[in-house]
């Protein structure tokens, strides 16, 4: 079983991404070099959230709780989500 983290990107968010991108994108990538993190990236054009695979809840808890976006007020909800994949 994986978990599916969902979240929504909080009103007038989308200009300070671009500040909080680089360290977004390296705790993303440190959470997938611990295989915590299976695939991740944006929902929608211009982006209205994301969602994540992860293969632990405590994993994807961890990860949300340090998460330059929502550390800095960028993500309004997040959602986990147990996922039982037929295919991966």
């Known amino acids: 079983m994986k978990i599916i983290a969902f979240h929504e990107r909080a009103p007038g968010a989308l200009p300070q991404i671009m500040q909080h991108q680089p360290a977004h ?3 993303r990538e440190a959470f997938h070099d611990l295989s915590v993190l299976v695939a991740a990236g944006p929902l ?3 982006p209205e959230g994301a969602m994540g695979i992860f293969t632990t809840r405590e994993g994807a808890e961890e990860f949300i709780q340090g998460d330059p976006f929502v550390v800095h007020g960028l993500v309004s909800s997040w959602r986990l989500v147990e996922w039982k ?3 991966l």
């Open 25 to 27: 994108r390296a705790r």
């Open 44 to 46: 929608g054009d211009p």
């Open 85 to 87: 994949a037929a295919f």
